[in-house]
């Protein structure tokens, strides 16, 4: 009875018009180790549909969530880049004045300040005048010399005649 | 969509997807790779897969187009993909010795079979799908679907008892 409902199915089963409960029950009987000799060619493949049934994928995928980046945020780097700037440029301007025309609030100070400043230059100034006046020396001894043109000219009065 | 639900999603069939591309491509590292690329663009678009009325479907429709692009490219190449599964990740020696040489026999004629034969004796018999999706993946209709599956089990059990009696007579 069973074997006679079997041959059934695989006579649907080759024709493509069993249900997947029967495709079931076919499975389950090929599965079995009760087959009937003339039936037993169905078996490797019935066992081979459930060998396969088995089989993973086991690689792994490497799911990296794509970041977008936004252009929109180099905009705002840029705007709070450009106001640290203007922030901290006021102070170094400031800081820079005072040292360029000096730290004196009363006037009379700066006045003394710059008097001593000014004789002690002129006083170098005087030191490497006095090493100067060595120069004066040459200057005599070139107007020495200027007795040779006499003698030149007396020679050439000589040479003419 | 988080990555943890993209595999909710992705994990039930993520196994049968793999395998229609083994049985396309019949080397398990281009099915691997074949996969992973699919599940990949799956990713991709995850924004849209709420869309999708059938993700599986869809993945498996994918699965097929993919591999037949693959198929087609190594043609042009003129390069055949050869069975080289040197290490057998699916069956350990102890099963592969249980399992007599006929098993593998159905596995060659299974692979002789033209492609749309192949897939769909993959969908039906293995992975169990009914036929109104099987038709909705491969883009076919349903009695199609039906007369294909029928020849290919006929060319199957025939060849099986060929050889079945080569071992009696």
């Known amino acids: ?161 | 969509m988080t990555q943890t639900e993209f595999l909710n999603i992705v994990m039930p069939f993520k196994d049968k997807v793999f395998r229609l591309a083994k049985r396309l491509l019949v080397s398990t590292e281009e099915a691997e790779d074949a996969t992973q690329e699919v599940l990949l663009k799956l990713w991709k678009n995850k924004k849209k897969i709420q869309e999708y009325k059938n993700v599986e479907a869809f993945s498996m429709t994918m699965t097929k187009n993919f591999c037949f692009d693959k198929l087609k490219s190594k043609q042009a190449q003129n390069l055949k993909i050869v069975h080289s599964n040197y290490e057998d990740k699916q069956t350990s020696l102890q099963k592969q010795v249980e399992l007599n040489d006929s098993v593998d026999w159905v596995a060659k004629i299974i692979e002789d079979l033209p492609e749309q034969q192949k897939m769909i004796i993959q969908l039906r018999d293995i992975e169990e799908y009914d036929y109104d999706e099987i038709a909705k993946m491969l883009d076919m209709n349903n009695t199609a679907v039906r007369v294909n599956l029928s020849r290919a089990r006929k060319t199957i059990r025939e060849k099986l008892t060929n050889t079945h009696n080569y071992g009696i007579k």
């Not at chain 1, 069993?18 to 079931?24: A, F, G, M, R």
């Not at chain 1, 029950?25 to 459930?50: C, G, I, Q, R, W």
């Not at chain 1, 170098?124 to 120069?135: E, M, Q």
């Open chain 1, 1 to 161: 009875m069973v074997l006679n409902n079997i041959e059934k199915l695989l006579e649907k089963y080759e024709n493509g018009e069993t249900s997947l409960k029967e495709e079931q029950v076919l499975k389950n009987y090929f599965s079995s180790d009760t087959v009937a000799p003339h039936l037993e060619m169905y078996k490797p493949m019935f066992e081979y549909f459930l060998v396969n049934q088995q089989e993973q994928f086991t690689k792994d995928v490497p799911l990296k969530t794509k970041r977008t980046f936004n252009y929109k945020w180099i905009s705002v780097a840029a705007v709070a880049v450009l106001m640290l700037g203007f922030y901290f440029k006021q102070p170094i301007e400031s800081s820079y004045k005072e040292y360029a025309y000096g730290t004196y609030d009363n006037p009379k100070d700066a006045l003394n300040e710059l008097e001593t400043s000014l004789a002690m230059i002129s006083s170098h100034f005087n030191k490497g005048a006095s090493t100067v006046g060595y120069l004066e020396e040459v200057n005599k001894g070139t107007s020495a010399l200027g007795y040779l043109n006499e003698i030149e000219k007396t020679t050439s009065i000589i040479f003419k005649n």
